[in-house]
Each structure stands twice: as C-alpha cells, then as structure tokens.
C-alpha cells in the first residue's frame, strides 16, 4: 500500500462540536505531518511527528490537538473550532523528518467546514 | 526564516511551447528545493527535488545558488501538464526540519 488515506472526506461541524480527522499509511514510513490549506492558497505546517512524537508545533491554537497512536495513525482532534478554522485538512508522510530530501506523501485531505 | 517567492499567481502557454515557472527562495543554510505538483482532482504529489537532477514527465529545474532560484522549465508544453505548481523548501534543521512551501503557480496548457 503506497498512499496515505484520510478520512473523513468532507466534514461539517458547528463551533460547539467535538470530531477527529484521521490519517492512515501503511508504508512505514516514521514522520507524519498536518498541514491545513485554504482555498488557492498553499499548505501551511501545522504538526509534525517524529517516530510518534510530536516534534514541531507551528504554534496552533489548542482547539486542534494531534494525536499519533502508533506509526501507521495519525489524528486531529476538533473542538470549538471557528468558522475561519474551515479548509482542507492534508495529512502527510515521509520516510523519517530529518532524512534529507526525504519526499512528502500527501493523502486526498478532509475538507473541513465550520458551521 | 526561510521564504519561497513564485511571483507568477498564472501561466498560460499554448500546447509546444516552452514553460519557465519561476522560484526564488530565501534561506541562510544549505536549500533543499523541491517542486510539488497538484492535478486537478488529484493529490499534491511530488515532481521532482534538485538533489536527483533527473527529468520528470520532461521538467528539469537547476538549483541556481548565486540567484537563488530554482525555476522549473519545460521545452514543449503538453495539456496534461495544466496544473498547480508549488515550488517547496526544506531547512537543515535536523530536528526542527520543515517545508515551506511557495503561494503555486497555476499553468494552464491552451490547445
């Protein structure tokens, strides 16, 4: 299995909901990334994690809280999100973060709106 | 802070014709340089990275460390290659490795 899913594909949630985006690769590679992407606009790092610690947090607000249960799942959990929170959520993976020009696999996304 | 320009929001060329899509990146460190490729209904994938200097699907792009570039070039554009191009930067971080990625360009292949 060479790709990364994600699930869902398409989200809807009010402020006061609580959901989880959930990431899924089989490929064993150790790095897993979030990013978040508005529309025409490129994706913006949010999480890192390194062999299932998190390593870089680009300063996101703690309504969205990364999990990595084991090496092949990767979560964001949701809560009170804002409606400007709304956009495409990519998961990413690679083979290890510091390995040098290691190439980013990139799932489908879940397109997030909050109502 | 490292920084990637694409000064072209748009590039439309006709199908045959030659295609520069242009990247300037900022960064005091060794660059890694990526381009990142997104089809219409399709996943961001990779293109190619400079590290490989290979061509891909016809594309080469040269890492220009005196101008700081890192443009993206093909000789005879086709209609499949009508897509977002995102030219990407990895730091040297070690730990705090991360990509940054440019604003795209869209090309669009006319008939």
């Known amino acids: 299995d060479t790709e990364v899913t994600q699930t869902p594909k398409h989200l809807v949630m009010g402020m006061t909901n609580k959901k989880s985006l959930k990431c899924e690769q089989h490929?064993?590679?150790?790095?897993m990334y979030w990013y978040k992407q508005k529309a025409k606009k490129p994706p913006e790092l949010m999480f890192v994690?390194?062999?299932?610690?998190?390593?870089i947090n680009e300063s996101v607000p703690s309504r969205f809280s990364p999990e990595c249960p084991n090496s092949s799942l990767l979560n964001l959990h949701l809560h009170a999100l804002q409606p400007e929170d709304s956009a495409l959520y990519l998961c990413?993976?690679?083979?290890?973060?510091?390995?040098?020009?290691?190439?980013?696999?990139f799932g489908p996304g879940t397109r997030l709106t909050v109502l | 802070a490292q920084r990637v320009t694409q000064p072209e929001k748009l590039l439309s060329v006709f199908k045959g014709a030659p295609v520069e899509l242009k990247c300037n990146y900022s960064?005091?460190?060794?660059?890694?340089l990526f381009w990142y490729v997104q089809y219409s209904r399709q996943r961001l994938q990779l293109l190619l990275r400079h590290i490989s200097r290979e061509s891909i699907k016809g594309f080469t792009a040269d890492l220009n460390k005196g101008e700081t570039s890192f443009h993206l070039k093909k000789p005879f554009a086709q209609e499949e290659d009508s897509a977002m191009y995102y030219c990407a930067l990895g730091n040297s971080g070690g730990s705090n490795y991360k990509l940054t990625f440019g604003k795209g360009t869209l090309l669009t292949v006319n008939p």
């Open positions: 960064y005091s460190g060794s660059p890694e």
């Open positions: 490929m064993g590679h150790r790095a």
């Open positions: 994690y390194s062999y299932e610690k998190l390593s």
């Open positions: 990413a993976s690679s083979h290890s973060r510091t390995g040098r020009y290691d190439e980013q696999f």
